[in-house]
């Protein structure tokens, strides 16, 4: 696995730890995206320069960030677990369209894992046209055509919801895990790749009855060996990443087989992403 770091760089400060040849336009005025490797020297003098930028200018030197991991097909191949990740997210939500939810069995800290109790209600047109998408509160939407695949290939642990528009109904479905499996200490969470802080001011990222576990994910995943990681094609993670701020809600990690992951190479299903995923 190669694993290597993409960095939102502030315009203004790039050149104090980057050449100009390093520093690639994003069609921004004021960012610049770097790539870089955690063994490149200059890794660790990210947060120092953000903090240096930001007693002197009361900015930052990096906006945004995100880890990407490479796998040669060996080691996809050979993974017994899989994380499945969503690389469209949209708005509005199912909450902004009518979608209702028992918020008296979420978490009273942390908001996670409060009890949908309608259908999934969203707006016509604003779902992205791939395969699998999710909305900022974390609602997974699917396409009919992911839906058909999945029922006839008889993957385990799938629920599939209908989906209704505000005017009426879909051809989509949203995507429900049935079985939830446990991350183990070695998943890494924090603000970002230098901050592994567990709050901010008045905001908790790690909930102290474990349900949410910190705010972003940074490492590849860890998880506790379980015989639902070989009896089930899709799976989800007990303990939550994420914030309760607004409309958005902790999320669960998603997990998926090799035949799910096959299923979307075969059938040239869109929006999916995977990384392996460590059973200890």
């Not at 969503?86 to 942390?110: H, M, N, Q, R, W």
């Not at 499996?181 to 790749?193: H, K, M, Q, R």
Request: net charge positive.
């Amino acid at each position: 696995m190669k694993e290597i770091l993409e960095l939102r760089v502030n315009l203004e400060y790039a050149h104090l730890l980057f050449d100009e040849s390093e520093c690639k336009n994003v069609g921004s005025s004021i960012i610049k995206i770097v790539y870089i490797a955690k063994d490149d020297p200059r890794y660790n003098k990210i947060p120092l320069m953000d903090n240096e930028i930001k007693r002197k200018y009361d900015t930052c030197f990096f906006y945004g960030w995100k880890y990407k991991r490479s796998y040669t097909q060996t080691e996809l191949n050979s993974a017994k677990l899989l994380q499945m990740k969503i690389d469209k997210v949209f708005e509005p939500t199912g909450e902004e369209c009518g979608t209702l939810y028992d918020e008296s069995v979420a978490c009273k800290i942390c908001g996670a894992k409060r009890k949908q109790i309608s259908s999934l209600i969203l707006k016509k047109k604003s779902i992205p046209q791939k395969d699998i998408a999710k909305t900022i509160g974390g609602e997974i939407v699917v396409s009919s055509r992911f839906a058909e695949a999945v029922k006839r290939r008889s993957l385990k642990g799938l629920n599939l919801l209908p989906v209704n528009f505000v005017n009426g109904e879909s051809s989509y479905y949203q995507l429900k895990a049935l079985n939830g499996i446990c991350l183990s200490n070695n998943t890494v969470v924090g603000v970002n790749p230098f901050d592994l802080s567990t709050y901010c001011r008045e905001e908790i990222y790690k909930c102290p009855n474990g349900d949410t576990i910190g705010l972003n994910l940074l490492s590849e995943v860890y998880v506790v060996n379980n015989h639902l990681i070989y009896d089930y094609d899709f799976l989800e993670s007990k303990q939550y990443v994420g914030i309760n701020r607004g409309l958005l809600r902790p999320e669960p990690i998603y997990f998926c087989s090799q035949s799910f992951r096959q299923m979307v190479k075969e059938e040239k299903l869109s929006g999916f992403e995977f990384e392996i995923a460590n059973i200890e």
